[in-house]
């Protein structure tokens, strides 16, 4: 895969030493409720996740893009991920993790439009989509602010601290 760069960052493949990392924000119970996580990852799974990888989308169907800034040696401060690809119907889903001291810095924002660009010059896709909890208006801006649209709001579709949120569903047609 090609190297894709930004004015500030860049998004890269997954490598072995970005395990650390992985480890620790897999392990963030406080995320686990954007995802589908309910038990901790080893160490030893997320390697194999990384040595499995063909790091193709089209055999894999996902893709985790590690995102690094140029100006700080290459420091990695989250990544993005492609999911669900459908090659037949030419879409995938997109979520995006940011390092708590990196947001609202304009780091998402620019990550997105790399891996946006990418979706539609390179894999040629129609759309993507993305799920966003309704208490996750940072989030709802970034995609919106992208060209994503709500096309749906799914009544309490999240169990958070024993409460239930709803959650988005956002789209971009290319």
């Given at each position: 895969m090609e190297m894709l760069k930004g004015k500030n960052l860049q998004l890269r493949a997954l490598e072995p030493e970005?395990?650390?990392l992985l480890y620790q924000w897999e392990n963030d119970t406080n995320m686990w409720t954007l995802g589908n996580t309910t038990t901790p990852f080893s160490k030893f799974h997320l390697e194999q996740f990384i040595l499995n990888s063909q790091n193709d989308i089209y055999s894999d169907k996902q893709i985790r893009?590690?995102?690094e800034l140029h100006k700080k040696n290459?420091?990695?401060i989250g990544c993005i991920d492609l999911f669900d690809f459908n090659p037949k119907n030419l879409?995938?889903?997109i979520g995006i993790l940011i390092a708590k001291k990196y947001r609202s810095k304009g780091y998402g924002s620019q990550a997105l439009d790399l891996v946006i660009r990418y979706c539609r010059n390179t894999l040629n896709l129609h759309q993507l989509y993305c799920n966003i909890g309704i208490d996750n208006?940072?989030?709802l801006k970034l995609f919106e602010k992208k060209g994503f649209k709500s096309i749906g709001n799914k009544k309490q579709w999240i169990r958070k601290n024993d409460k239930?949120?709803?959650e988005y569903m956002l789209q971009l047609i290319f």
């Open positions: 970005d395990i650390d893009l590690m995102i290459n420091e990695t879409r995938a889903g208006p940072e989030s239930w949120i709803d």
